[in-house]
């Protein structure tokens, strides 16, 4: 046993010439960018982020309500979102998007809106640019994460293109065929 730590001892000492430790960093400058506290973040004065959004509109089936397709009826929105934090527990904070609503009526005997002349199929189509602003309190713990939060807000929502679009059966006379055909209707009137 103790050949084995002399023997230890003399090879710990033949290497510790080529042994290598840390480099002293004292005697370095340090630059200021190191100690700088990031502007820009999920958690820092300033964050700018995309949206991106897809919807299923799933009707509830009340008198006042226009009858759709559940699950054919979607919303496609894309948008950018920003925040400006104030304080640990508040931020404020805009928003811009686009949002492109499909709606596909349901066709029966019942139907009234926009009119009661029954389709092969109907969609109300809907382009939209929206604006919203918001604020945001914080609680919990934070990091550099967007963490626990509660928005209000409000919202604007400009109908810049309304479009009635429907297709039908048209029988050919000629070749005695039925041929399918899709009309548009472009006019804020058909709201």
């Given at each position: ?8 001892l003399?090879a710990s000492?033949f290497?510790s ?12 400058k340090?630059?200021d960018y ?5 502007k820009r973040?999920p958690n820092?004065?300033?964050?700018t ?9 799933i009707p ?5 309500e226009v009858p759709?397709i559940?699950?054919?009826s979607?919303?496609?929105?894309v ?6 934090k104030i304080?640990?527990f ?5 928003g811009l998007n686009y949002t492109?609503?499909?709606f596909?009526i349901?066709?029966d005997n ?7 002349v029954?389709?092969?199929?109907e969609k109300l189509?809907?382009n939209?640019?929206?604006?919203n602003?918001f604020?945001?309190?914080?609680f919990g713990k934070?990091?550099n ?5 509660i928005?209000l ?11 009635l679009v429907?297709k039908?059966?048209?029988k050919?006379?000629?070749?005695n065929?039925?041929?399918?055909q899709?009309q548009?209707?472009s006019?804020p009137?058909?709201l």
């Amino acid at each position: 046993m103790i050949r084995k730590v002399i023997i230890l001892l003399i090879a710990s000492m033949f290497f510790s010439e080529y042994a290598v430790s840390q480099t002293v960093i004292l005697h370095e400058k340090i630059s200021d960018y190191d100690f700088d506290v990031p502007k820009r973040g999920p958690n820092f004065r300033h964050f700018t982020h995309l949206c991106i959004g897809y919807e299923f509109y799933i009707p509830e089936s009340k008198k006042n309500e226009v009858p759709i397709i559940a699950g054919m009826s979607t919303a496609f929105s894309v948008g950018v979102r920003y925040k400006y934090k104030i304080s640990n527990f508040f931020a404020i904070g805009a928003g811009l998007n686009y949002t492109n609503d499909i709606f596909t009526i349901k066709q029966d005997n019942n139907k009234i809106f926009p009119n009661t002349v029954t389709h092969k199929r109907e969609k109300l189509r809907l382009n939209n640019l929206c604006s919203n602003a918001f604020m945001r309190f914080n609680f919990g713990k934070r990091g550099n994460i967007v963490g626990r939060f509660i928005d209000l807000g409000a919202y604007f929502s400009w109908i810049f293109n309304a479009k009635l679009v429907y297709k039908d059966n048209i029988k050919n006379q000629k070749a005695n065929s039925n041929h399918c055909q899709w009309q548009a209707q472009s006019s804020p009137s058909c709201l």
